[in-house]
């Protein structure tokens, strides 16, 4: 892009020579922008997702922001300690309170990583803030959405447990939709 812009400035200039100098000002800048915002060669890759930024990191592995190539979707990647058998678990298990896991694999480091659903809406960690205290309807609507989940992940036939249910592990979309992750 920094080429195109190159060759308008030139085409621009011969035939307005008067306005030469603002363009190539404006032209500098939005070079400049451009490159502040490229992202480092070195972000990990994992299929056609390349990572964009941390969006956690603890005892269970580390969670990226991640970008589809093709498509510019927007995932999480979960790559961290759980077993092969546990990701293609949490892939079948469906619930509308419970994050979806759209793909399982393995990355070149033959670590298991989970592609999820981005939940751009935060945690409830984020929404329990002194300054910001919960209705009690809402604080129901977010309780009985938690146990929705909880049950159907404990009533499933791997009878999964969740052993890390904390307000940072509870997460929402960006219509404040209620997931249990982790």
């Known amino acids: 892009k920094a080429v195109d812009l190159q060759s308008q400035r030139s085409m621009f200039g011969a035939k307005f020579p008067e306005f030469a100098a603002i363009v190539n000002r404006v032209i500098d800048r939005h070079i400049a922008s451009m490159q502040q915002q490229r992202l480092p060669d070195d972000l990990p890759r994992f299929g056609p997702y390349v990572a964009t930024r941390e969006l956690g990191r603890g005892g269970f592995g580390i969670v990226y922001l991640a970008t589809h190539d093709d498509t510019g979707h927007h995932v999480a ?10 990701a293609k678990t949490l892939l ?3 619930h509308p309170s419970i994050i979806r896991v759209l793909h399982v694999a393995r990355d070149a480091k033959d670590r298991t990583y989970l592609v999820m659903d981005y939940m751009e809406g935060g945690s409830l960690r984020e929404r329990i803030q002194p300054e910001h205290l919960l209705l009690p309807e ?6 009985s959405r938690i146990v929705e989940a909880l049950h159907a992940a404990h009533s499933h036939a791997e009878h999964i447990y969740h052993r890390d249910l904390k307000p940072e ?12 992750a982790d």
């Open 169 to 180: 592990n509870i997460l929402f979309d960006a219509d404040g939709n209620v997931c249990v």
């Open 138 to 143: 809402e604080a129901i609507r977010i309780a």
């Open 77 to 86: 990647i979960k790559i961290g300690s759980q077993s092969l058998h546990e």
């Open 92 to 94: 079948h298990l469906k």
